[in-house]
């Protein structure tokens, strides 16, 4: 068995749908790109700690996406597997109180910012129509209308290649033009 194959195998295990030689025009909002080895759709936060400690140990890349957006793929396609973030990683919720947001990698910007406004709160309205997901959206400090994701990105956890969780906060979040820490 191939390192593919274990890793497929793995991600079949922790309860992620598995797809091989998946064509990335279906998963990119511009609608192109070849296919990936692995298309492995994510749910939980133990299944892609759990999946990325495999892939490092089978020397597997493994790229995690959200919505596709603001990404393009090589119509060669994509080596090794692709991490489609979905489930708990698509969750919005309040924090505790009802002022915090918090949301999953996944969450699209459009239901964030309807959930904000559903909630009476401001300061998302520049995000409106920027066609990605969260995670992405905080990675690269999306913005537009000359604010960003840094004027109300208060903390982020993340996982490392090796399955570690960490989270960033505050001046360590390192934001600045399209771009963080």
Same mark, same amino acid.
């Given at each position: 068995m191939n390192r593919l194959e274990q890793l497929a195998n793995t991600a079949k295990d922790?309860?992620?749908?598995?797809?091989?030689?998946?064509?990335?025009?279906?998963?990119?909002?511009f609608k192109i790109g070849g296919p990936a080895d692995l298309f492995i759709t994510v749910y939980s936060m133990e299944a892609i700690?759990?999946?990325?400690?495999? =892939?490092? $140990?089978?020397?597997?890349?493994? #790229?995690?996406?959200?919505? *596709?957006?603001?990404?393009?793929?090589?119509?060669?396609g994509i080596r090794g597997g692709v991490g489609a973030l979905a489930g708990e990683f698509s969750q919005i919720?309040?924090?505790?109180?009802?002022?915090?947001?918090?949301?999953?990698?996944?969450?699209t910007l459009a239901g964030l910012c309807v959930f =904000?406004? $559903?909630?009476?709160?401001?300061? #998302?309205?520049?995000?409106? *129509?920027i066609p990605?997901?969260?995670g992405g959206?905080?990675?690269?400090?999306?913005?537009?209308?000359?604010?960003?994701m840094e004027s109300v990105l208060t903390s982020c956890t993340h996982i490392t290649k090796t399955g570690e969780i960490g989270s960033l906060s505050g001046p360590k979040l390192g934001m600045g033009y399209r771009h963080t820490a």
């Open positions: 922790l309860g992620c749908k598995v797809r091989c030689d998946e064509p990335m025009s279906r998963h990119t909002t700690q759990k999946l990325y400690k495999a =892939a490092n $140990e089978l020397e597997v890349p493994l #790229l995690p996406i959200g919505n *596709g957006s603001n990404i393009l793929v090589s119509d060669n919720q309040f924090t505790g109180d009802d002022c915090t947001i918090r949301c999953g990698a996944g969450a =904000a406004r $559903e909630h009476s709160l401001t300061g #998302l309205e520049f995000a409106w *129509g990605g997901a969260a959206a905080a990675f690269m400090n999306a913005g537009a209308y000359e604010c960003a």
